[in-house]
């Protein structure tokens, strides 16, 4: 199923979706009418909390605005329905009068008290009758609805307005053309609805699908012509997109640029539980999502990696999971992932994302969120310096079971040697790059110590020089080996190892003067790290390439965890033997 027609399926599922030609929007004041067109009262919609945050309200459809000038109807802002602004306003008076021509055109022969209420208004209101204490100053740019003086319902509500803006709707519609999303015949848009939520986007919205140029027209076709959608079919798309994209809706994740919307094609129940899975995949936040939906044993029992049909049989197969990705671009959007098929099949990569992310010893989260790992690809950790593209790729990677971007292990290295921090979420990286990409066997979970891999042992032997120079100099120094020489080392091992060899037994002579036991351990450890080593005329290689510098790294997160530090500073219990 293509993307557009899942989210019109997603639509129809909404049991609190508006109704075609009808958006839900942020209402800040309401102006109370007499039948004669007097404002009586300016009511306040707004939360009582700290933010004032508008209501939401159902309103008839908003308008795409580009550069044009174009009210809304019923409802605006107060620039549009007023006249007034609390900026500059350049063009202030002309929204104005735009906004008046077009309701006292609709409205003319109206009969309805509330539609006869709202022409009179117009027809007098003036932008100098604003202030207090009838107006206050908070409604300037809040966007503003009616209602008639003894009612309790909105002007737009009123059974006369819709059929008004019912019969608007059908003057206004285009030719009837093929839908390409339902295979109906009916009207085409020839602009879709604005998407707003998108992270680093316009706030005013940003359009999946246009036209605006003439070098995407199309054997005479302009704007939506070129792939006609109908009406109602893109109506239905944004609407279900707009509220996936809500910033508390539940279906979305922020992996780094890419705005992330999800949700299942199945019963209320199952559908709930799927998405409250997925959320939990990917993002930690969604504890609270998990003990409402009481599925944390569940949970667990997949990242044990047990099957999903032992573990939710009905969520196995027969229940459609879908994940898009948005990422800014302009006034536009781009997808940077799209990904459909049965809970099952998703549930089973995420395991097997799981398993090649597998390390002892673990990152401290036992189970960290994707976006944790992207801060490590990030200078100074934040996730807006993410790389862009990076965190789609590895999405759609990790998503479909394919080989990850290679990018994912370049950018990782890159860090290491910008920063020399070697931690577990890094490590994980990279043995998961070399597993699923190289199908590396010298990848091991642990510190293998028969491994006999050049990069590996290198990596482990760098670790091991190190902590002979911690345990000589003390914690006080000031920049270890690794500081220094850890990107030339895992670069090109011939230019530093063979002085670092040097160092190291200056270092443990100094050891021997103090500890001898211990000197002796540390030598003992070195030399079996040594002997794994290839016996050839040059022992260290020039150059590493970026798969072995890969193992390099995991090679020393293995070496340099193996022991601690702190372990240095007393004699190994090895070397004491009972009587």
């Known amino acids: 199923m293509s993307l557009l027609a899942s989210l019109v399926r997603a639509y129809e599922r909404m049991p609190d979706a508006p109704p075609y030609g009808y958006s839900t929007e942020k209402i800040g004041f309401c102006v109370v009418l007499t039948a004669a067109g007097e404002v009586v009262e300016v009511a306040d919609l707004r939360d009582t909390d ?5 209501r939401m309200l159902m309103v008839p459809q908003a308008v795409k605005r580009t550069v044009g000038i174009a009210p809304n109807f019923l409802w605006d802002k107060s620039a549009y ?17 735009k906004f008046r021509e077009r309701h006292l055109t609709a409205l003319a022969g109206a009969e309805d008290p509330g539609l006869l ?9 003036t932008p100098e009758a604003f202030g207090p204490p009838l107006w206050p100053e908070e409604a300037k740019d809040q966007n503003l609805v009616f209602r008639l003086a003894d009612e309790f319902g909105y002007l737009h509500d009123r059974p006369a307005a819709r059929a008004l ?3 608007l709707g059908a003057e206004a519609a285009s030719e009837a053309q093929v839908c390409l999303v339902t295979g109906a015949s009916a009207p085409v848009a020839r602009l879709h609805p604005s998407l707003k939520g998108v992270w680093g986007a316009q706030s005013s919205g940003a359009s999946l699908i246009s036209f605006n140029l003439d070098a995407f027209n199309s054997y005479g076709h302009e704007q939506g012509d070129n792939a006609p959608v109908s009406e109602g079919a893109a109506f239905a798309y944004t609407t279900a997109l707009n509220r996936f994209l809500e910033k508390d809706s539940g279906h979305r994740l922020q992996i780094g640029d890419a705005s992330t919307v999800f949700w299942a094609d199945a019963s209320e129940a199952e559908a709930a539980q799927a998405e409250g899975f997925f959320a939990a995949f990917f993002d930690t936040a969604a504890t609270e999502k998990i003990e409402a939906l009481n599925i944390g044993a569940q949970l667990a029992r997949i990242r044990a990696c047990e099957p999903l049909a032992e573990v939710a049989p009905q969520l196995a197969s027969g229940v459609r999971f879908c994940v898009l990705g948005l990422a800014p671009n302009a006034a536009r959007l781009s997808v940077r992932f799209w990904w459909e098929d049965d809970f099952g099949t998703l549930t089973a990569h995420y395991q097997r994302y799981l398993d090649d992310m597998r390390l002892d010893p673990p990152p401290r989260d036992d189970w960290p969120p994707l976006w944790r790992y992207l801060s490590e690809l990030a200078p100074q950790g934040k996730r807006e310096n993410v790389p862009p593209l990076i965190a789609g790729d590895w999405m759609r990677a990790i998503l479909t079971g394919t080989a990850y971007p290679l990018t994912l292990l370049s950018t990782v290295l890159m860090r290491i040697r910008a920063d020399g921090e070697i931690n577990a979420l890094r490590a994980a990286m990279l043995k998961s790059v070399l597993i699923r990409n190289f199908q590396s066997k010298e990848a091991p979970v642990a510190l293998d110590p028969a491994s006999k891999d050049t990069g590996y042992v290198l990596g482990r032997l760098f670790a091991a020089y190190e902590n ?20 030339s080392a895992s670069a090109t091992p011939a230019r530093v190892f063979g002085s670092l060899a040097a160092n190291a037994f200056n270092h443990l002579a100094k050891i021997r003067k103090e500890k001898p036991a211990f000197a002796h351990y540390l030598q003992d450890e070195l030399q079996q790290i040594a002997n794994l080593l290839e016996v050839s005329a040059e022992p260290f290689p020039s150059s590493l390439s970026q798969e072995s510098q890969a193992k390099f790294a995991l090679g020393y997160y293995h070496q340099a965890s193996f022991r601690k530090p702190a372990d240095t500073e007393q004699e190994p219990h090895s070397e004491e033997q009972p009587q």
Do not use: C, M
């Open 50 to 54: 700290k933010k004032r945050s508008p």
């Open 81 to 97: 329905v007023l006249g007034v602004t609390a900026g500059e306003g350049k063009r202030t008076a002309e929204e104005h009068a």
């Open 117 to 125: 209420a709202l022409a009179r208004f117009l027809q007098t209101w």
């Open 165 to 167: 803006w019912a019969r």
């Open 468 to 487: 002979i120079q911690k345990a000589a100099l003390g914690k006080g120094v000031n920049a270890t080996i690794r500081d220094k020489f850890y990107g």
